[in-house]
T-cell receptor, first 112, second 113 residues
Framework: DAKTTQPNSMESNEEEPVHLPCNHS???????IHWYRQLPSQGPEYVIH???SNVNNRMASLAIAEDRKSSTLILHRATLRDAAVYYC?????????????FGTGTQLKVEL | DAGVTQSPTHLIKTRGQQVTLRCSPK?????VSWYQQALGQGPQFIFQ???????QRGNFPDRFSGHQFPNYSSELNVNALLLGDSALYLC????????????FGAGSRLTVL
């Protein structure tokens, strides 16, 4: 399975933008880049995904490097509720089914 | 619309016992996957069920088995429990086995003493 590398932790102030980086130098041409987050005492929650082009949704934006070896999750205005572990995951369809390979993620701390 | 529901939320077992965890997928979803999350770690894929069959499996021993029912709900069974099986067990469902988005439940916290 292709591996992703993320910083262990990051800090942000409320109402400021947050850029969460992810390196995935061994990504294959068919791997989608996914981001999930896990709030305390909850299961992971889907945030956003993309293949080659930058993506936007109501939660965040995903910027994908041209060579696809890195990506950045952008939270435009962090709130206290965004404090969570953010996982960058490469989704391949091995065996015909979806399978998420999680790393240890980035713990995002948001302060007032 | 209920999301993924799991039961029980917490349970305590002793070494050597067996445990069954249950999962009801999100309405309209037909594929269920199970993940194990040890404390401080990311979730690890156990296996996936689609059309009542195990479609793919992660690096887990045969002590871990599962089942999917005609209504798409699923069970995870773990036999001969070890202390190392203590973890949060997460169920995730998706619209199809090839869907890009998974919906996770809140998990079942298993403690093995």
């Amino acid at each position: 399975d292709a591996k992703t590398t993320q910083p262990n932790s990051m800090e942000s102030n409320e109402e400021e933008p947050v850029h969460l980086p992810c390196n995935h130098s061994t990504i294959s041409g068919t791997d989608y880049i996914h981001w999930y987050r896990q709030l305390p005492s909850q299961g992971p929650e889907y945030v956003i995904h993309g293949l080659t082009s930058n993506v936007n949704n109501r939660m965040a934006s995903l910027a994908i490097a041209e060579d696809r070896k890195s990506s950045t999750l952008i939270l435009h205005r962090a709130t206290l509720r965004d404090a969570a572990v953010y996982y960058c995951i490469l989704l391949g369809f091995t065996g015909g089914g979806n399978k998420l390979t999680f790393g240890t993620g980035t713990q995002l701390k948001v302060e007032l | 619309d209920a999301g993924v529901t799991q039961s029980p939320t917490h349970l305590i077992k002793t070494r050597g016992q067996q445990v069954t965890l249950r999962c009801s997928p999100k309405s309209g979803h037909d594929t269920v996957s199970w993940y194990q999350q040890a404390l401080g770690q990311g979730p690890q894929f156990i296996f996936q069920y689609y059309e009542e069959e195990e479609r793919q499996r992660g690096n887990f021993p045969d002590r871990f088995s599962g089942h999917q029912f005609p209504n798409y709900s699923s069970e995870l069974n773990v036999n001969a429990l070890l202390l190392g099986d203590s973890a949060l067990y997460l169920c995730a469902s998706s619209l199809t086995a090839q869907a890009n988005v998974l919906t996770f439940g809140a998990g079942s916290r298993l403690t093995v003493l």
